[in-house]
Nanobody, 118 residues
């Protein structure tokens, strides 16, 4: 497995912005996809946004127009810029990276809590 380290998150007021980042370390030959998922209390983990190797992006309907996923292929990092945050965005956010290192891998970050509250 390739370890992922997340940063960012925290408490923000409704309408505010936050940026999450996730770095994959080690020797990586190729990355198939990078993405962000979230899990709110009492709910299942859900997809937030993904970006594939060709650069195609996909967003959950609930975040379209507010969140932007981006990647740095040189550093194997993925970011999630979150704007116009709403209380319903409160959740633990996880990054996910799939690719090939010494073997195929599908790794998850440690999770970071985003709380949107006044």
């Amino acid at each position: 497995q390739v370890p992922l380290v997340q940063s960012g998150g925290g408490l923000v007021q409704p309408g505010g912005s936050l940026t999450l980042s996730c770095a994959a370390s080690g020797t990586i030959f190729s990355i198939e996809a990078m993405g962000w998922y979230r899990q709110a209390p009492g709910k299942q983990r859900e997809l937030v946004a993904t970006v594939t190797q060709p650069g195609s992006t996909n967003y959950a309907d609930s975040v379209k127009g507010r969140f932007t996923i981006s990647r740095d292929t040189a550093d194997n990092r993925v970011y999630l810029q979150m704007n116009s945050l709403k209380p319903e965005d409160t959740a633990v956010y996880y990054c996910n990276v799939r690719g090939i290192s010494s073997a195929p891998f599908d790794s998850w970050g440690q999770g970071t809590l985003v709380t949107v509250s006044s």
